[in-house]
């Protein structure tokens, strides 16, 4: 239910917002708006999340349905970079042909969307969005934000040491937005600067760009079914001293591919000698890759399975703890 009720007040807030960017012809509040469609978009993932969690692999999704969260975050990232790209190419035309700005409610709007996207972003509990944010390469903002916490370290310890911490990308992006908004209206207010109303949009479609690409270039590799670079370097290591058993000659046809966040695949060939210990190796080598691959396919072959069929063992791992 706590969904139901984030994302009835997400909806309402949404309309609101756009209809209020239409009245003040404010593009800084419609820049704004994008992220709480951002919002409604990552509770409809926390719904597919729960329903996802409810279903058992089928012959047809013999890994189960995981790879619709994936599917979900990408789908998210890339409509709101898509609206983010029209509000960016709308305010270069206001810098040429300024209109009139009305600030009215501006103040309160940006404050309550704010507030709604932090309890979306913290209280929903989008697993999928969340294990994305900390994989996926960090942006400008997390980084200047990082540079910051180091530089105050010596004369604010405690904040130093808060902004150090790899800050939720989502979270900054909300920051940033209400930031935005709330400058417009100052600079509208007080020296009717309308043009800064088209430069905050710009500033913040910018942000929004730098937050969401790297979301879904990771989503989207995952989807391509691709190995992270990191994990890949770490099974190579796992491979290289599971060869060293006594009686493995060599493996063959190794391929390993990401399922779903956290989740990844693989499957691999393993030639030993002919007196080596089938059950021994196939321990040896799924006690390596257990921990960062759980759905796991092994097969032995004796060193003459070329000529023969005879003494191969079959081994598949599925359902580990991650």
Known sequence: W????????????????????GSTNSLALTAFSYLTIFDVLSLFTCLLSLWVSLQKPTSAFSFGYERYEVLAVFSSTILTMFGALFI????????????????DSLFFLSIAGLFLHLLVTFAAGNKPLQQVSKAAA??????????????????????????IQKFNPIALLGIAGALSVLITDACVD?????IADSLCAMVMTSIIWATMLPLSVYSGQALLQTCPVDIMSQIDKCLREASTLDGVLEFRNEHFWTVSFGRMAGSLHVRIRRDANEQM??????????????????????????????????????????
């Open 281 to 322: 190796v196939l321990a040896h080598v799924i006690n390596k890759l257990s921990h960062l691959v759980s759905d796991l396919t092994i097969q032995v072959f004796k060193d003459d399975w070329i000529r023969s069929t005879s003494g191969t063992k079959l081994a598949t791992l599925s359902s580990l703890p991650q």
């Open 190 to 194: 007080y020296n009717k600067s309308f």
């Open 88 to 103: 960016f190419k709308e305010s270069i035309e206001r810098l040429l042909l300024p209109v009139e700005i009305v600030t």
């Open 2 to 21: 706590k969904i139901f009720w984030l994302l009835l007040g997400n909806i309402a807030l949404t309309f609101v917002l756009f209809v209020y960017s």
């Open 138 to 163: 960090s942006n400008w903002l997390q980084d200047a934000v990082t540079d910051l916490g180091h530089s105050i370290c010596g004369f604010t310890p405690m904040l130093g040491r808060a902004l």
